[in-house]
């Protein structure tokens, strides 16, 4: 049971490429979650997914795009990265109730992305 | 919005000392509160959650939080810090019913052996 995992650990990208993180759960968990981690400033909702098959914006959503490509994947995509999107990028999961509620959420292990 | 208050950016401490790091929430409604702690280079863990019944909650490590709703605060305890405490720790909260999480800004802890 490898919980949350993604992929890659660490990427550095020129301003203007674009790529793609991948994060998978193995725990069944419906809801999936990306956020991005800045010194001083916490977590930052990015988007999540209540469910397979939706998403929705987050705090923080401009600049990216996801992908629930089925239960267990949930991906994160740069179309044209900026210095700005320089973070750390945190995936995590968890259960759904019919109240949407006492659920907490499980957390990978984290991209280091660095934008030159 | 909701908003998340640690009121410590960084907090050092020697082996055995207490530990009270503190947490406010703006919601006013019912919530779900938790901690989570970052041991460095690591991804969050889930030190303890609340989310009805005795307001005083017990987690991992030896760590404990009262949730006190008339003062919209959560904070966290520990009668005895080791050096394996070192860590940033961050407080969430999440309307219930609601699946966004809102963090705080962290508080770091350094533990001094």
């Known amino acids: 049971n490898a919980g949350v995992t993604q992929t890659p650990k660490f990427q550095v990208l020129k301003t203007g490429q674009s790529m793609t993180l991948q994060c998978a759960q193995d725990m069944n968990h419906n809801s999936m979650y990306w956020y991005r981690q800045d010194p001083g400033m916490g977590l930052r909702l990015i988007y999540y997914?209540?469910?397979?098959?939706?998403?929705d914006k987050g705090e923080v959503p401009n600049g990216y795009n996801v992908s629930r490509l089925n239960k267990r994947e949930f991906s994160l995509r740069l179309e044209s990265a900026a210095p700005s999107q320089t973070s750390v990028y945190f995936c995590a999961s968890s259960e759904f109730t019919s109240t949407g509620g006492r659920h907490e959420q499980y957390f990978g292990p984290g991209t280091r992305l660095t934008v030159t | 919005a909701q908003s998340v208050s640690q009121h410590n950016h960084h907090v050092i401490l020697s082996e055995a000392a207490s530990l009270e790091l503190g947490c406010n929430y703006s919601?006013?409604?019912?919530?779900?509160l938790f901690w989570y702690v970052q041991y460095p280079g690591q991804h969050l863990q889930l030190l303890l959650k609340?989310?009805?019944?005795?307001?005083l909650v017990k987690g991992i490590k030896g760590f404990e939080a009262e949730f006190i709703k008339s003062k919209f605060s959560f904070n966290l305890r520990k009668p005895s810090v080791q050096w394996s405490d070192t860590a940033e720790y961050f407080c969430a909260v999440k309307k219930a019913g609601s699946y966004q999480l809102t963090f705080g800004k962290g508080t770091k802890l350094s533990v001094i052996p």
């Open positions: 609340y989310f009805s019944g005795d307001p």
């Open positions: 919601y006013g409604g019912t919530v779900n």
């Open positions: 997914s209540a469910s397979e098959g939706t998403t």
